[in-house]
């Protein structure tokens, strides 16, 4: 089966990579430490260009997103996209905050951010867009947004595909905070390591603690020192994603312009993403959440685009 599904890296890694990651394992017997959870916080935050104190590790976004909830979300309603692809809006429920959805709409998925009045809320959205891979903020925008009361939070997971962030905005808003995966560009989605640039109102009121296993503590140690793995992914998967574009345009297809690791199509073929699954290939098929006939194609290995292609134009034809 090949899934085109989750926005993974559809790169592996050799034996000797493998070793460098895994180094350490000797100590399998021990808990991980704050000592160590201040290490990789040192590099995350070298990485993304900020101050350690701001970095926040967790065991994937979306768990980041529900502790940052879990501190703030007193009388506070929650604004999200729609579609909207994390798991807020159900810990919005649990919590019973309520709920309000901003519609995307085709062609141009546009939010027009200043019309929409919102005030004493939490915002949470992808940026990119996901399943759009539309950048659907101005910087202008957001700061209206966060001078009007509310706290924004925003899931850069495609940050190192489309390089466009906010995260450089958290000194100077205290309640913004950025969200970013290694799941992605970096290969790590079994690991499921998320961190958090968060601004000062979330640093006083999140606690630190150690949320990810010795495994995963060396393996993004490894992955953020040797970055060729990640350089490599990124230009393969931005070249992979141009020829997949163009051939789906070819075959008359929809596709809407990505800054991220996946396409949003849209075709007339009845019950495309069922009949691509019956070939042993999966997308995601995004007509019971949003709009009939769309569906989000994560960018496979080339041999997988070539794959999903092929059963396409048998389709088609």
């Given at each position: ?51 350690k ?34 798991g ?60 009007n ?15 466009r ?11 913004l ?23 000062d ?11 990810i296993n ?17 350089i ?9 994603r ?6 789906l ?69």
């Open positions: 089966m090949i899934d085109l599904s989750s926005n993974e890296s559809p790169y592996g890694r050799s034996i000797e990579e493998m070793r460098d990651l895994c180094g350490g394992l000797e100590d399998l017997n021990r808990y991980l430490g704050y000592g160590e959870l201040d290490r990789l916080e040192s590099e995350l935050a070298e990485y993304c260009g900020v101050d104190e701001r970095i926040f590790i967790g065991s994937g976004t979306d768990n980041l997103i529900k502790n940052a909830l879990l501190k703030v979300y007193e009388r506070m309603d929650l604004i999200v996209l729609n579609p909207c692809c994390n807020v809006v159900e810990t919005a429920k649990d919590l019973g905050m309520r709920i309000r959805r901003i519609q995307l709409r085709p062609p141009e998925f546009r939010v027009d951010w200043k019309s929409i009045e919102i005030q004493k809320s939490i915002v949470v959205f992808d940026y990119p867009n996901n399943p759009t891979g539309q950048l659907l903020i101005e910087k202008d925008e957001l700061e209206e947004l966060l001078t009361g509310n706290m924004v939070i925003i899931d850069e997971a495609a940050y190192e595909y489309s390089k962030t906010f995260a450089g905005l958290v000194g100077d808003y205290e309640k905070a950025v969200t970013r995966t290694l799941d992605k560009a970096f290969g790590l989605a079994g690991l499921r390591v998320g961190y958090m640039v968060a601004g109102y979330f640093i006083n009121s999140i606690r630190k603690t150690v949320e010795r495994p995963a503590f060396f393996g993004v140690i490894n992955a953020l020192r040797n970055k060729s793995y990640l490599k992914n990124v230009s393969n998967t931005l070249k992979e141009a020829l997949v574009e163009n051939r345009r070819e075959l008359g297809f929809d596709v809407y312009k990505s800054q991220a690791n996946y396409l949003c199509v849209r075709s007339d073929i009845g019950d495309l993403a069922l009949r691509l699954r019956v070939k042993g290939i999966i997308v995601e098929d995004l007509s019971q959440e949003w709009l009939d006939g769309y569906c989000r194609i994560s960018i496979g290995a080339k041999d997988e685009n070539s794959r999903l292609l092929q059963e396409i134009e048998r389709i088609c034809r």
